[in-house]
């Protein structure tokens, strides 16, 4: 990957990590490396009690920056964390625990003060020496409880504090595991049940321990995209690796197109590979997630920003593919309906407020408005027509939309009612002689040129003739016919008749 490597938050680190009463620690916030321009990192407050600025900076060619923490007085005690985030490597992040007690327990009863233990890592099973520490020597014994955050690491249910002493020694067992991860230990004191302490171990397992580095992180050239483009990424690992690594890619978002698998190669320590970031309409966040397949519990993730490319340039636009309607002859007392689509063909959501019609006989049906179209959603209105009496008839379609172009669009609606009815008489020839008795027929209609065929009868036909009567005068139609047996089961289509109704 060309250009420089982005440099990630590594650790925090304060004067003080504990306060009995409101006071100031002094903090920094320390890289992986020397930035190469100066670098904004971002800090977070876990707590009210705890007040950290919103930004510091790394000027170029430092390895760190300080700055100033600010505590309040609490009425129980708890842990408060500052964590830290490097904008050139998001998704990186680093915390700080500082330990806050009231001031009226501080001079009565020591409080728990940490846990710690001779090893922080495991890579087979082992037995650890810990040992949880007060804040001061107690006046009386002190139970401190204990718990294990999982099945590979046990731990005694209790520890005592001998009156006089500030700490107790405790072992900690460890099993071997297949994949790497964190256990805690997490001690809490009886005499103080809202106050508890942690210390993670990590374990790996064994056969990679040894000879796989691990995940570092996923670094990318760009962190934000206002407009389509490509970016280059690597994935990082904690050393160069002595066989050929692969490494498993997510993508958090159809907007976010990456491989799915990179290659890590013997003796390297990163592969590159290009992220393909699409234009969006609406500003988020996505997110490439790298998971080797050599240690499928660690995940690194590294996010990037998309921003629309100017809102200025969303229009909503809704197209509809009509001009004027006609039904043609229609009998008196019959429907005919017609079937008009609206799209929204703009870059922006379109909201349609009504579709009204005019004109006697003429109705529309299909949704309830106002309702709102996403670009490149469609919507079906069915207009129908029933004249009442014989004669022609005309009337108005109306659409109200925001649209940019032709917010209020209008379509001339035409039909003629006549009382002269029609009908279509069909007859066939039964099939020949077979060993599975015709029990009746389906008779199946589509409008001329089409292939929409529909079952015209509602139970098989007895006779080898059918008339159809709910046919409009001016239209062509195109039948078929089928055999049913007495299980229901159909034959194969007959040949098609077409008729045109006068």
Not at 150 to 178: C, H
Not at 366 to 390: C, D, E, V, W
């Amino acid at each position: 990957m060309s250009g420089a490597k982005a440099q990630s938050a590594s650790n925090i680190t304060c004067q003080s990590n504990s306060f009995n009463s409101a006071g100031t620690d002094t903090c920094s916030v320390n890289l992986s490396g020397a930035a190469q321009t100066q670098t904004p990192v971002y800090l977070y407050s876990s707590d009210p009690a705890l007040t950290v600025p919103g930004t510091v900076y790394v000027n170029a060619g430092a390895l760190s920056a300080t700055f100033s923490a600010s505590l309040a007085s609490v009425s129980s005690a708890h842990t408060v964390w500052i964590t830290a985030e490097a904008s050139s490597a998001m998704g990186s992040k680093v915390s700080y625990g500082i330990q806050l007690t009231p001031a009226s327990t501080s001079s009565s009863q020591p409080q728990l003060s940490n846990v710690s233990c001779q090893t922080s890592s495991f890579s087979s099973a082992g037995t650890d020496t810990c040992s949880v520490n007060l804040s001061g020597a107690g006046q009386s014994q002190i139970s401190v409880n204990l718990y294990s955050s999982d099945p590979a690491l046990t731990i005694p249910g209790t520890v005592y504090v001998n009156a006089g002493a500030s700490s107790a020694t405790f072992s900690a067992t460890l099993a071997s595991v297949s994949t790497a991860r964190t256990v805690w230990i997490t001690a809490q004191a009886s005499s103080g049940t809202g106050s508890k302490v942690s210390y993670g171990i990590q374990l790996t397992p064994a056969s990679t321990s040894s000879s796989q580095p691990q995940l570092s992180n996923v670094s990318c050239q760009t962190n934000s995209f206002s407009s389509a483009g490509t970016d280059t990424c690597s994935v990082n690992l904690s050393g160069a690796t002595q066989s050929q690594i692969a490494v498993n890619l997510y993508s958090s978002d159809s907007a976010l197109a990456i491989p799915g698998t990179v290659y890590v190669n013997a003796g390297a320590s990163s592969a590159t590979f290009s992220a393909t970031l699409a234009s969006v309409s609406t500003a988020r966040t996505v997110w490439i997630t790298a998971q080797a397949s050599s240690a499928m519990a660690t995940k690194v993730t590294y996010r990037i920003r998309l921003t629309p490319s100017s809102t200025s340039t969303q229009a909503p636009t809704l197209t509809v593919n009509a001009t004027n309607i006609s039904f043609g002859t229609v009998t008196v007392n019959t429907e005919s309906t017609q079937t008009v689509t609206l799209t929204s063909s703009g870059t922006a959501p379109v909201t349609v407020s009504s579709a009204t019609v005019t004109g006697n006989g003429f109705s529309v049906s299909g949704s309830s408005f106002p309702l709102t179209l996403n670009p490149g959603q469609t919507l079906n209105l069915n207009l129908q027509f029933s004249p009442t009496a014989a004669g022609s008839a005309t009337g108005q379609l109306t659409i109200t939309s925001n649209s940019s172009s032709n917010p209020t669009a209008t379509f001339a609606l035409s039909g003629t009612g006549t009382s002269i009815s029609h009908q279509v008489d069909l007859s066939w020839n039964a099939p020949a002689a077979t060993s599975d008795p015709v029990a009746g027929y389906n008779v199946y209609r589509a409008p001329g040129g089409t292939t929409s065929y529909q079952l015209l009868n509602s139970s098989p036909v007895g006779s080898t003739s059918y008339a159809d009567s709910a046919v409009t005068s001016g239209q062509t139609y195109v039948y078929m016919v089928e055999s049913v047996d007495s299980a229901g089961v159909e034959s194969a289509p007959s040949n098609t008749a077409t008729a045109t109704v006068p």
